[in-house]
Structures are given as C-alpha cells and as structure tokens.
C-alpha cells in the first residue's frame, strides 16, 4: 500500500519535466514553432509626428469708426488687392439730436427776421412779455437743466462704448500700432480673409522664422484665438484679418536622430491634424537643444489655414512601394544583409534583400530579383515568401 501511495508523488515532478521538453526543448530543435510572418507588398512611409507653429505674413484690420458691421466676403476667401470686405454703418442721431444745435439758430434767426417784419405797434405789445421772460426767476433756469444733465449722460454713455470690446484688449496690446486701417475696408494685399486673431501676428512672422526655436512657441496655443464678432463694432477693434498664401511656413521640431531624413529643398508631405494633406518644400533643418528643428515652406491652401496658429502635423518624408519586412528579421551573412526565408522542407535559407527605404520597425524592399552594383540578378523574396521574424 505505501509503495501505491508513493507513486503520484514520484510521477508529478515527471510530467513537469516532459510538459517543459515538449513546450519548449522540441520545438527550439525543430524549428515548428518558429516565429515567422508572410510578406506581402504595401506602401511605407516614413514621416514624423510633431506639433507644428503656423508662420504666416499678414495684416489686421481695425474698425475706423463705430457701428454696425455688413460683412461682404466670407471667412477662409481668397481675395484681390482693393477686395472691399465689409462696411461699417455708423448710427444715425434721432431728428431732436440733429437739429439741437443748427435747428436752434435757424429758429431764432427766423423768429428775428419777423419781429422786423412786424410794425412797430405789434412790437411794443410783445415787449411787456419780453420783458417779463427776462425777469423769470431763476427756478425757470434750473427747470431747463434735466436736459443739459441728459447730455451729460449720453456723452458719457458715448465715451464708455469708444473704450472698445475688452476681449480684444490683449490682442491690441500685443499688436500696439501694428495694425491697418482702411475707411473703405478695402484689402491692401492679396490673401485670405479670416474673422480671427491671436495677438501673434506681428511677432511670429516670416522674417524672423530662423530666430525661432521652441521657446519661441512656449504657452502659444490655439485658446489665444478670438472669433471676431459679427454685427456691432467700436472704433479700433479688429474687424478682419488678411493673410498672405503666397509663402507660408510649418516650424516643427522631431527628434534629432531622425535628421538624416531630411533633406533641404526636398519636397515633403504634411498631413494636416489628420485631415488635410498639404505639400511643401523642406527649407531648412537644424539640430538645436536635442532637437531638429524643420523649417517648412508652403503655397497649399487648406480650411483652416488662416485661423490656426498651431496644428498637429505628420511630416512624411518617402512613400515607397515594395515588400514590407520587419527590421528585426534583417540580418548579415558575409557582407550582404538578407532575411532568412522558410523553404518547403522546414529549413530556412539566407535571401539576399535590397532595401528600398526604412523607418523605426519596417522596410520596404525589392521583390522577388534585383540588380546588384555589377549588374548581376540577384533572386530573393516573393511575395507571400514566410520569413523569420527575428533573422539574429
């Protein structure tokens, strides 16, 4: 009975020892549970994620008088130079208010000219009357002051509404005299007209863009945008804005090891906060505080081109088509790098590759023959080839 008892004990600790034989022993030796992917041909692209700061040349237009705005051209437009955008209605004084000063005049002018006209007879019945208007008390006087203390107030009301809208105030302040004016709200440039402003743009321009560095953009973000209201305006406050398509810029920062893709003057794609595609050409690429900094020039109009400030790009570099492999299956066998590929027997072969172009985890290769730097055709993957994820 003790030895039947002994048995489970003894027979566990074997079954853990061929469970661990079949899982991992046999199939190391066999190569049957491999790691491996079939090839297939695809697009790779190579870019970068990165917030991009919008550098544009452009212009602010102030209200020159107060009242009531009838805008003409819509928000995201291109227009000419001498485009009229808008008008501005100025508020038109009740009858009473307009004849206050010159209706008064006219009045006793009148009334003067026909006391001359008046004989003599007539004009002495009136002075008794005169005469007592002259020697009214002074209660008279003072019945007439609710209305000089009525222009008071409206002067006063008039001063409060020339302080202008307080959502432009720091906006104004940033922009100081940097601002245009137009009586006609005429456009003195070409551009798009947009109803938003920042503040920004008469210090993050064109002509500064090689100064600029990521402090430059530090607290800048799109909340610093303000709609410009529709309807009522006060002289001063901004009513339009004109900004210049012809070259506008995207700075960016990626990281600085990938400063190798760069190249200057070469055409690069940008994908526009993942909605908008744009293109444009690299103008310039500098390695700052373990940073690339990426200066990018465009004429490519999109919605919001004029309105943001700050957009969430993707840079892309190449697109290339090929066989799409993983990076870690790419090996080295006697100078040339290849993958090992899964032949019909189990075994594995070395395939030569010639890669096309790279990013951080694939590449993109040439399939199935190539032509080496002699000329010599080289056979290597095909599509649908299974090859091993990991070549080392």
């Not at 079954?15 to 090839?39: D, N």
């Amino acid at each position: 009975m003790e030895i039947i008892k002994k048995k489970p004990i003894i027979l566990f600790p074997i079954l853990l020892i061929v469970l661990y034989v079949l899982i991992y022993v046999v199939p190391g030796l066999s190569g049957a549970l491999q790691s491996t992917y079939t090839v297939e041909y695809g697009t790779l692209s190579t870019y970068d994620d990165a917030t991009g700061y919008i550098i544009r040349d452009e212009s602010v237009y102030v209200a020159v008088s107060s009242g009531t705005q009838n805008r003409y051209i819509e928000d995201g437009k291109l227009v000419r130079k001498g485009t009229k955008i808008l008008e501005v209605i100025e508020p038109v004084l009740p009858e009473a208010d307009a004849q206050t000063g010159e209706g008064g005049g006219t009045g006793a002018q009148t009334n003067g000219a026909q006391q001359a006209q008046q004989p003599a007879a007539v004009q002495q019945t009136q002075q008794p009357a005169n005469a007592a208007q002259a020697q009214q008390p002074a209660g008279g006087t003072q019945a007439q002051q609710p209305a000089a203390g009525a222009d008071a107030q409206s002067s006063a009301e008039q001063a409060e509404q020339e302080t202008g809208n307080d959502k432009y105030k720091n906006i104004l302040q940033l922009l100081g005299d940097d601002v245009k004016t137009s009586k006609k709200y005429k456009t003195k440039s070409e551009g798009v007209v947009t109803y938003a402003v920042d503040g920004y743009e008469n210090s993050l321009v064109p002509e500064k863009r090689y100064e600029m560095n990521e402090e430059t953009f530090k607290g800048i973000n799109n909340g610093d945008v303000v709609l410009i209201d529709d309807g009522e305006t006060v002289k001063g406050d901004p009513v339009f804005k004109i900004a210049d398509r012809a070259n506008w810029y995207i700075i960016c920062f990626v990281p600085e090891e990938h400063a190798e893709r760069y190249e200057q003057d070469a055409r690069v794609s940008v994908v526009m906060d993942g909605l908008k595609t744009i293109s444009g050409i690299l103008e310039d690429c500098t390695l700052m505080d373990g940073k690339a900094r990426l200066i990018i020039r465009s004429s490519y109009y999109y919605e919001d081109f004029a309105r943001v400030r700050i957009s969430e790009v993707k840079v892309i570099t190449s697109e290339e088509m090929g066989l799409i492999i993983e990076n870690e299956s790419i090996t080295e066998k006697d100078g040339q790098k290849g993958v090992y590929v899964r032949q019909t027997n189990g075994e594995y072969e070395f395939k030569p590759i010639q890669i096309i172009a790279s990013d951080d985890t694939k590449s993109v290769i040439t399939g199935s023959v190539y032509r080496d730097a002699e000329g010599n055709s080289i056979s290597t993957v095909k599509s649908y080839d299974e090859v091993l994820r990991k070549g080392n």
